[in-house]
């Protein structure tokens, strides 16, 4: 610590109580303010807790909690935001709408199928990746592998959707390109379809997956892979008795991150999905832009998909992790 | 014993990760590469290049002022996202905390819940307190977003940091406050600068918390996100190409100096 010789030296000369500082936190110090202040609360013991626990518990309580607590208030609520001359009471209907409405059902059950699939899709692509750059490749090479894999990500998510739309759209790149060679005649039309949003969904959310594959692939010693074909292992039964279960980790916090990330995706599917593809936040969405009185229906729906995102995500934990939330 | 791995699954694996990063950069490559296309729609060759679009583009003044407002909001959010991510690490890893766990996991909260939710769980929750839509609630948004990110690069460098600094601190004389500006913020310096990074791109990207919370000002993302629904044209795809080499640059930057910080 190159830094040691100046702290010590600024300390015991505070000791000393010499005010002999040119550094400005030295000065502050030794202020009459700080020391009747600042400095005094450090010293006792109900002051330091508070110094150290209040900035964070505050926020933690008002603006982590409180938004879900109050979006879960005013979904029992009869009318919000409150009008004139409307009386506000509790109910339970803004829940029962979405059980008695089939228009609603729907949109969350292919929420949670695309989210699926696009979450296994995502792994199958991603696992041979992580493992390319986790095991094969030479431990020097590895952060530049990995970088190479990151570039994309810092694009955005509206960027990167959009070089999606210029690669299927009608009179986008592949279409072009098989019309040019005389494959096809007319356009094959894939954007707005359940295609272009799964392509777009993978391509959007395989970093999640990389990273904690990665890590936990990285981990598993290669003696295990070495013995394992000593004793005569294939790479299949390599593979599927030592990598897979070793890694299963990486694979539990991934699938749960894009799994959780795919279900919350907005303005994707708004751009990539057509009238076939509406999604549930697009659902939510329209609850509160126009008709404000829905605020309940809305704040009910949302949490009824967070809760049932939340179960989904924790049932694969415990299927595939054995223990609960150990990754995340 | 390295050479009873065989060599078929690894070259395999090998064309695979080749084929992933064309499959991750060819719909970039393309994009940039047509916005330097004189013609309005996607056609090979390119044929006449030309930088007409970035001219279009930077002289577009919708454009100019999301950026603005986008780097302003970046800026507000992430040095208030630093902030109490820090404080808030430093209260985890605080001796004779009791609830550390709880904590722990109320931290990371916002980071698990899907970003639509949260978006609009905000939206209720500034109306509840009488905020009103706009800058100051976007910037409440995006740090509520990037605190746990904070938090957790925090605690990595904190868990690794050697207890003896700040007692050695402690020691000569310097009390809670001193011994954190003087010794743990500096330690922590490289992971929270990365963090930092991390932040700004994380706001200059977010739409949907922008989309709840925001008002009439477009950020750079809402500017995006309207174009792009009129349809493709090349002005987006010069103004997209600029937003990505920018970022791409710094998030570059930032991957290279956290790397540096680690291994020294």
């Known amino acids: ?328 | 014993m390295r050479n009873m791995v065989s060599d078929a699954p690894r070259t395999t694996l090998t064309a695979f990760y080749w084929a992933f990063i064309l499959y991750l950069l060819l719909p970039l490559t393309l994009m940039m590469a047509m916005s330097f296309k004189d013609a309005n729609f996607v056609a090979f060759p390119i044929g006449d290049w030309t930088l007409d679009w970035y001219a279009k583009v930077m002289q577009d003044k919708q454009f100019l002022e999301a950026c603005l407002y986008s780097i302003m909001i970046a800026a507000a959010s992430t040095l208030a996202a630093t902030t109490l991510g820090t404080w808030i690490a430093m209260l985890i890893v605080a001796d004779g905390i009791r609830g550390r766990t709880i904590i722990f996991a109320l931290a990371c909260l916002p980071a698990v819940v899907p970003g639509m939710i949260s978006a609009i769980s905000l939206r209720i929750f500034i109306s509840t307190i009488d905020m009103p839509t706009g800058t100051a609630a976007i910037i409440l948004g995006h740090t509520v977003h990037a605190v746990p990110f904070v938090v957790v690069m925090a605690l990595t460098r904190l868990r690794s940091m050697p207890r003896n600094l700040v007692d050695a601190a402690r020691d000569l004389g310097a009390d809670g406050v001193v011994a954190f500006f003087r010794v743990t913020l500096p330690y922590l310096g490289p992971a929270l600068f990365g963090g930092m990074i991390f932040c700004v791109l994380l706001s200059i990207d977010d739409f949907v918390r922008t989309f709840f919370l925001g008002g009439y000002r477009p950020t750079l993302p809402m500017l995006i996100f309207a174009k792009v629904q009129g349809g493709m044209s090349p002005e987006i795809n010069a103004m997209a190409t600029i937003v990505l080499v920018v970022t791409a640059a710094v998030g570059l930057y930032a991957e290279f100096i956290t790397r540096r910080a680690r291994t020294r």
Not at chain 1, 43 to 55: M, T
Request: charged letters at 10%.
């Open chain 1, 1 to 328: 610590m190159v830094n040691s010789n100046t702290i010590a030296g600024d300390a015991a000369g505070r000791s000393a109580s010499i005010p002999k500082y040119s550094t400005g936190i030295a000065r502050i110090v030794n202020s009459a303010i700080y020391r009747h202040t600042l400095g005094a609360a450090v010293e006792s013991p109900i002051g330091r807790v508070i110094l150290l626990a209040g900035v964070p518990l505050i926020w933690l309580i008002m603006l982590h909690i409180g938004p879900i607590y109050q979006m879960l208030k005013i979904s029992l609520l009869s009318h919000y935001p409150v009008q004139p001359g409307v009386e506000s009471h509790f109910t339970l209907d803004n829940y029962a709408i979405f059980f008695r409405e089939s228009l609603y059902f729907t949109p969350l059950i292919k929420s949670f199928i695309f989210a699926t699939a696009a979450t296994a899709a995502t792994l199958v692509v991603v696992y041979p990746v992580a493992y390319y750059v986790a095991k094969i490749v030479k431990p020097e090479g590895r952060s530049k592998a990995l970088l190479l894999l990151l570039v994309p990500f810092w694009a955005g998510e509206l960027i990167r959707t959009f070089s999606v739309i210029m690669l299927l759209a009608n009179r986008g790149a592949v279409n072009v390109l098989l019309r040019e060679i005389g494959l096809i005649d007319r356009p094959i039309p894939m954007l707005y379809t359940s295609f272009s949003l799964g392509f777009g969904l993978v391509y959007l959310i395989c970093l999640y997956m990389l990273l904690p594959l990665y890590s936990a692939i990285e981990k598993i010693p290669g003696q295990y892979l070495d013995a394992a074909a000593d004793l005569g292992a294939g790479p299949f039964t390599r593979f599927r008795r030592i990598i897979l279960p070793l890694s299963k980790d990486g694979i539990v916090s991934g699938c749960s991150l894009v799994f959780l990330t795919c279900i919350g995706v907005f303005a994707t599917p708004m751009l990539l999905g057509g009238p076939n593809t509406v999604m549930f936040p697009e659902t939510i969405s329209g609850f509160f832009h126009g008709a404000s009185d829905k605020w309940p229906v809305g704040a009910a729906f949302a949490l009824i998909m967070l809760v049932t995102a939340l179960i989904a995500a924790g049932i694969f934990m415990r299927l595939v992790g054995g223990k609960k939330g150990s990754a995340i």
